[in-house]
Every structure is written in structure tokens, then in C-alpha cells.
């Protein structure tokens, strides 16, 4: 079963690389929306392992959803998906 | 170039306070950070996203084609990191006009000038820590309304919703018709706290209506709902796979938990403008005189960073201190219009509500002392003891005993828990323990927006002493 809602018409998917693999992802919605979708929880190991990185707030507060795309520090919950991004783990 | 109005947060009362300023004549610039104008509540779904409008949609798209119209300066996608002027000049120097500084959504710093800010910044949630509640999977009510209104998405196959108010209700009901499963709803508020709170929800008969949809709906599908109960654990191994209440155990995929929503004042802390705690308004708010008015001249506030009374209230707020803005500066502006009967309501409501949100002392209580309350620097329950134990004795003083509160997020979202922690263990009231003072940057920048361009050459080196 897929996690996205049937009845939101979104535009056709594009795929983005995470961590090396490709993945799936429309382009606007946010990056830990798409990683998300893709079962895709736990963002990065961070410092801590009781605390690793993650979507929690959704709307730019917490902090704890940073990644890195193409190289730079970025918040997943604030950064719309486009094509061919490059996403790892920060 | 110097603008007459900032108006910083673009949610429902930020879109109508810079509307009105504009309409009164001056030069009005808006910020704020999410692509596009509308707040949490309103948010606008991302281009090319559609789905049925409704009610909400309907009322922010109003609002951002009302603000659209009047031509005033959008800066949307910026991150804005450094306040300044204002009351912030050397002693014994004149006020200032307020400067802003942002990193814009193409990445470029930049800075602006006003005569006047009016602060719309809205909320955060509060989520009142309990074992497990960093492990992936288990995110804000607030964000699972985020996921699922405006990217479409559910939070999981199968999930527990947990926490206080009505956004519960929503998300559980949300998540239903998205084609998800409930596990359960676990409700912090017992049926008693909601019969309480109907004589205040009838004052909006479509909320009220909406409401009892939401929970027929989850009677329907034979979704148990716990009240007076909360999530006492989140298990799993790399990822959520379990929620415990109490004795009882559910196999879930995603833990929706929120306990309230906060004002977010980080932009009135920093102007050091005067605030009280108000738990029935969501902590700490600024304090404002009937006009909007902080306690700084020429800065003012608005909507639910003042105060939690629902997006419904937020418009009205926001227009009134864009009246009293423009009046302050010199500009003739009608009187104001009478207060109507159906924002009267709307705030009544919106009382009720933030009530059944406030901070629950019995739940900070509950926090085993190993749990996390700091996620970002990993300070626990039993640091901050032992830290209010060694003399730490306000908020400011635990930040700097144990680093809570000084990573990233800047104690947003640990700072009630911690603040609350703190009281119970030197025994005083959470107002007593303050907040942490308001610090720039209001955001984590990269060090290259802050610097701005220069070369080592553009140092100023003084001549060296005659010897």
C-alpha cells in the first residue's frame, strides 16, 4: 500500500538519488515528505544513535531532519523535491 | 531604501496585516519563510498539488489573493536570521528604524529597513518528551497535518495519534479518509475536560459539526479512543514499530503526538520587549496593549504568537495592528471597524481550545529521568535536576549548566518542557524561571550569509604606533 493519498492529484513523479539509490518523488513536495513516502524514517545516524536524524516538526522549527543536498546543509521539511537532486546523509 | 511596514511570518494574520497596511497607503514588505503566503493552517499546497478545496483552502486562498492584489512586496522562501535597529543602538542614541536580515529562497543575503514590524510569527508545537520520543516515525500532530493536507501524504499504514486539542481528531479523521488506519487515539483530555469545553465549541456550530463528524467517523471504523490517557513509550529498533499505553501495546508504523502549540517570540525576545506567562494563552506572550502594541515603540503584534486563538481570530488581530501601525507613523487611516459578532465567536472558541492545549503539569511529571528533553544537545530530565540541584535557578542559567537549549532549534522545543522541569525542581512557578533571552540568529545560517562578501584586504588594519 502506498502512503500517498489517491485523491491529491500531484504532478508526474521524478527520481532523486538518496544515499545512492534512486527514488521516487514529485517535484514540489518537500524532501522528508518524499522520504517519507518511500518508507525512508530514519534520515541519518547524527551524533548520537538515541537520536538520530529525522523528520519531527515538518515546518522548519526542530531541526532534526538536516540532510545534505548536492553538498550543502539543508532542512528535508523546508526543501521541495526537483529533479535529479542528490541527497545524503549529514 | 526604507520600508514604512515589515510584516515578518506570512500565516493569516501576517497576510492580512500587510494587506491592510498596504491598502492605508505605505510601503509595506512581507517575509516569510515557506514558499508561498498562508501559515500552518492555510499553508498553500506546493504547485501543480490539487485536492478537493476545502473550508480551510478556501479561506487562505482568500486571504493570499486579497494580499496578492495590493501589490505589496512578497519575500517568500527567506530565512530570516538577524533583527536589528529598533530599540537595539547604543545607549543614549535614538531608536532606529528595524533592520532585517535573511538569507532569500535564491540563497542570496540580504538586508531590509522598516519604520515599523509588525511580528506575525505564529506557533510551534509542543510535544511534552516520554521514552522513545526520538525515534524515527514518531512526528508532530502539526506535521502529520502538514503531511497530509499539503503534500498528500499519510504518515503511516498504521498509526497511533496521541497528544490534546482538537488537531487529534483532525488527523485521526485525516488519515482515515486518506485510506490509513488508526491504531488508536490517545487523549490527553478526559471526556469531563471536553463536556467542560462544548458551551465555548457551540459558539462555532461548523467547528462543532466538524467536530462530531471526526469522531463519528471514528466510531465507524472502530478506532479506540483512550481519553485521560497518554503514550508512556515508542518502541523499535532503527525505526517506530510499536506504541505503549499504559499496559496496553499497538503495532504502528507512525506516532502522531502534539500537547498544545507555543507562541513562537523569539523576535519580540530579541527586541526585548516585555512579555508575561499566560499558560491559558500558551506560556509566554508578549505583552500588548489593546492597539497591538508591544512594549517597544513602533513595533507590534499580532495572531497566535500572542496568544493561541485559531486562524479563524488571526485576520481580525492582524488588522488592527496594521491600523495602529499606520496611524503611529503619520498616516490617516479610518477608524477602525466594530469587532464583529462572528470573530467574538471565533476567539471564544479559540480560548476553549488553547485551555485543553496548555501545558500539562502531570504529564512533565510523568518523564522518566533518562529521557531526552533536549533532543538536540541530548540533555536529559536528570541532567536538568542535577544542574537545578547545583544552583542552576532560571532558564538562562540551565542553558548554560547543561547546554538545553542551545543547539539548533534555540530551545524550541524543549524550552517548556525544560522550563517546567526546572520550576518543579527548585520549586517556584514556571513564570519565575524565565525564558531564555532572545538571541540573533533567529535561524542557523551558513557563516557565508552572515559575513556578507569580503576579502582580507577589506579588513582594516590600524597603522602601527609610533614607536
Given at each position: 500500500m502506498s502512503l500517498r493519498i489517491p485523491q491529491i492529484a500531484c504532478p508526474a513523479p521524478v527520481t532523486i538519488t538518496v544515499e545512492g539509490q534512486p527514488v521516487a518523488a514529485h517535484p514540489g513536495e518537500s524532501l522528508a515528505a518524499a522520504l517519507i513516502a518511500a518508507g525512508l524514517w530514519r534520515f541519518g545516524e547524527g551524533e548520537d544513535p538515541a537520536r538520530p536524524r529525522t523528520a519531527f516538526c515538518m515546518m522548519g522549527v526542530c531541526q532534526q531532519c538536516l540532510l545534505r543536498l548536492d553538498g550543502r546543509l539543508v532542512q528535508a521539511c523546508l526543501t521541495p523535491v526537483a529533479a535529479g537532486q542528490e541527497v545524503t546523509c549529514a | 531604501m526604507i520600508h514604512d511596514i515589515a510584516v515578518l511570518g506570512g500565516g493569516p494574520a501576517g497576510m492580512a496585516a500587510a494587506t491592510e497596511a498596504a491598502h492605508g497607503g505605505a510601503r509595506v514588505v512581507l517575509l516569510e519563510e515557506s514558499p508561498a503566503p498562508g501559515g500552518q493552517v492555510y499553508r498553500a499546497a506546493p504547485p501543480g498539488f490539487h485536492a478537493k478545496p476545502d473550508p480551510d483552502r478556501r479561506a487562505g486562498d482568500a486571504l493570499r489573493a486579497a494580499l496578492t492584489k495590493t501589490g505589496a512586496e512578497l519575500r517568500t522562501g527567506c530565512r530570516v536570521w538577524g533583527l536589528g535597529g529598533g530599540p537595539l543602538v547604543p545607549e543614549g542614541q535614538a531608536h532606529a528604524p528595524f533592520s532585517l536580515s535573511a538569507l532569500g529562497a535564491d540563497g542570496v543575503p540580504f538586508t531590509l529597513q522598516a519604520r515599523a514590524l509588525i511580528l506575525c510569527c505564529g506557533t510551534h508545537e509542543r510535544i511534552i518528551p516520554f521514552p522513545g520520543w526520538t525515534l524515527p516515525g514518531v512526528i508532530g500532530l502539526a506535521a502529520a497535518t502538514i503531511l497530509l493536507k499539503?503534500?498528500?501524504?499519510?504518515?503511516?499504514?498504521r498509526v497511533v495519534v496521541a497528544g490534546a486539542g482538537p488537531l487529534l481528531y483532525a488527523v485521526a479523521a485525516k488519515i482515515l479518509a486518506g485510506g490509513g488506519s488508526v491504531a488508536a487515539v490517545v487523549d490527553a483530555a478526559t471526556q469531563g475536560e471536553w463536556l467542560r469545553a462544548l458551551p465555548a465549541l457551540a459558539a462555532r456550530p461548523d467547528l462543532l459539526t466538524q467536530g462530531i463528524a471526526w469522531r463519528a467517523k471514528l466510531l465507524a471504523s472502530r478506532v479506540p479512543v483512550l481519553a485521560g490517557a497518554q503514550v508512556t513509550a515508542a518502541e523499535g529498533d532503527?525505526?517506530?514499530t510499536h506504541v505503549r499505553v499504559g499496559d496496553r501495546i499497538f503495532a504502528a508504523d507512525a506516532l502522531c503526538v502534539g500537547h498544545g502549540l507555543v507562541p513562537a517570540t523569539e523576535a519580540s525576545r530579541t527586541y526585548r520587549a516585555r512579555h508575561a506567562h499566560r499558560p491559558e494563552d500558551g506560556g509566554w506572550v508578549p505583552v500588548l496593549d489593546?492597539?497591538?502594541?508591544?512594549?517597544?515603540?513602533f513595533l507590534y503584534a499580532a495572531g497566535d504568537g500572542t496568544g493561541v486563538r485559531g486562524a479563524a481570530a488571526a485576520p481580525a488581530a492582524g488588522r488592527l495592528a496594521a491600523r495602529t501601525a499606520l496611524q503611529d507613523l503619520g498616516f490617516n487611516t479610518a477608524n477602525a471597524p466594530e469587532e464583529d459578532a462572528a470573530l467574538a465567536r471565533a476567539r471564544r472558541t479559540g480560548a476553549a481550545m488553547a485551555r485543553m492545549m496548555a501545558l500539562r503539569p502531570a504529564m512533565i511529571q510523568a518523564i522518566p529521568a533518562e529521557t531526552i528533553i533536549c533532543r538536540c544537545e541530548g540533555v536529559t530530565r536528570a541532567a536538568i535536576e542535577d544542574a537545578a540541584a547545583a544552583g542552576a535557578g532560571t532558564i538562562n542559567q540551565l542553558k548554560h549548566f547543561?547546554?538545553?537549549?542551545?543547539?539548533?532549534c534555540q530551545g524550541r522545543m524543549c524550552g517548556e518542557a525544560a522550563g517546567a522541569l526546572l520550576s518543579s525542581a527548585r520549586g517556584v512557578s514556571v513564570a519565575d524561571v524565565g525564558f531564555t533571552t532572545g538571541r540573533i540568529p533567529l535561524r542557523p545560517v551558513p557563516m557565508e550569509a552572515i559575513l556578507g562578501d569580503f576579502d582580507y584586504a577589506d579588513i582594516p588594519v590600524p597603522a602601527p604606533a609610533p614607536i
Amino acid at each position: 500500500m502506498s502512503l500517498r493519498i489517491p485523491q491529491i492529484a500531484c504532478p508526474a513523479p521524478v527520481t532523486i538519488t538518496v544515499e545512492g539509490q534512486p527514488v521516487a518523488a514529485h517535484p514540489g513536495e518537500s524532501l522528508a515528505a518524499a522520504l517519507i513516502a518511500a518508507g525512508l524514517w530514519r534520515f541519518g545516524e547524527g551524533e548520537d544513535p538515541a537520536r538520530p536524524r529525522t523528520a519531527f516538526c515538518m515546518m522548519g522549527v526542530c531541526q532534526q531532519c538536516l540532510l545534505r543536498l548536492d553538498g550543502r546543509l539543508v532542512q528535508a521539511c523546508l526543501t521541495p523535491v526537483a529533479a535529479g537532486q542528490e541527497v545524503t546523509c549529514a | 531604501m526604507i520600508h514604512d511596514i515589515a510584516v515578518l511570518g506570512g500565516g493569516p494574520a501576517g497576510m492580512a496585516a500587510a494587506t491592510e497596511a498596504a491598502h492605508g497607503g505605505a510601503r509595506v514588505v512581507l517575509l516569510e519563510e515557506s514558499p508561498a503566503p498562508g501559515g500552518q493552517v492555510y499553508r498553500a499546497a506546493p504547485p501543480g498539488f490539487h485536492a478537493k478545496p476545502d473550508p480551510d483552502r478556501r479561506a487562505g486562498d482568500a486571504l493570499r489573493a486579497a494580499l496578492t492584489k495590493t501589490g505589496a512586496e512578497l519575500r517568500t522562501g527567506c530565512r530570516v536570521w538577524g533583527l536589528g535597529g529598533g530599540p537595539l543602538v547604543p545607549e543614549g542614541q535614538a531608536h532606529a528604524p528595524f533592520s532585517l536580515s535573511a538569507l532569500g529562497a535564491d540563497g542570496v543575503p540580504f538586508t531590509l529597513q522598516a519604520r515599523a514590524l509588525i511580528l506575525c510569527c505564529g506557533t510551534h508545537e509542543r510535544i511534552i518528551p516520554f521514552p522513545g520520543w526520538t525515534l524515527p516515525g514518531v512526528i508532530g500532530l502539526a506535521a502529520a497535518t502538514i503531511l497530509l493536507k499539503a503534500q498528500g501524504i499519510l504518515p503511516g499504514r498504521r498509526v497511533v495519534v496521541a497528544g490534546a486539542g482538537p488537531l487529534l481528531y483532525a488527523v485521526a479523521a485525516k488519515i482515515l479518509a486518506g485510506g490509513g488506519s488508526v491504531a488508536a487515539v490517545v487523549d490527553a483530555a478526559t471526556q469531563g475536560e471536553w463536556l467542560r469545553a462544548l458551551p465555548a465549541l457551540a459558539a462555532r456550530p461548523d467547528l462543532l459539526t466538524q467536530g462530531i463528524a471526526w469522531r463519528a467517523k471514528l466510531l465507524a471504523s472502530r478506532v479506540p479512543v483512550l481519553a485521560g490517557a497518554q503514550v508512556t513509550a515508542a518502541e523499535g529498533d532503527k525505526v517506530l514499530t510499536h506504541v505503549r499505553v499504559g499496559d496496553r501495546i499497538f503495532a504502528a508504523d507512525a506516532l502522531c503526538v502534539g500537547h498544545g502549540l507555543v507562541p513562537a517570540t523569539e523576535a519580540s525576545r530579541t527586541y526585548r520587549a516585555r512579555h508575561a506567562h499566560r499558560p491559558e494563552d500558551g506560556g509566554w506572550v508578549p505583552v500588548l496593549d489593546a492597539a497591538q502594541r508591544t512594549s517597544v515603540p513602533f513595533l507590534y503584534a499580532a495572531g497566535d504568537g500572542t496568544g493561541v486563538r485559531g486562524a479563524a481570530a488571526a485576520p481580525a488581530a492582524g488588522r488592527l495592528a496594521a491600523r495602529t501601525a499606520l496611524q503611529d507613523l503619520g498616516f490617516n487611516t479610518a477608524n477602525a471597524p466594530e469587532e464583529d459578532a462572528a470573530l467574538a465567536r471565533a476567539r471564544r472558541t479559540g480560548a476553549a481550545m488553547a485551555r485543553m492545549m496548555a501545558l500539562r503539569p502531570a504529564m512533565i511529571q510523568a518523564i522518566p529521568a533518562e529521557t531526552i528533553i533536549c533532543r538536540c544537545e541530548g540533555v536529559t530530565r536528570a541532567a536538568i535536576e542535577d544542574a537545578a540541584a547545583a544552583g542552576a535557578g532560571t532558564i538562562n542559567q540551565l542553558k548554560h549548566f547543561t547546554r538545553c537549549g542551545m543547539g539548533p532549534c534555540q530551545g524550541r522545543m524543549c524550552g517548556e518542557a525544560a522550563g517546567a522541569l526546572l520550576s518543579s525542581a527548585r520549586g517556584v512557578s514556571v513564570a519565575d524561571v524565565g525564558f531564555t533571552t532572545g538571541r540573533i540568529p533567529l535561524r542557523p545560517v551558513p557563516m557565508e550569509a552572515i559575513l556578507g562578501d569580503f576579502d582580507y584586504a577589506d579588513i582594516p588594519v590600524p597603522a602601527p604606533a609610533p614607536i
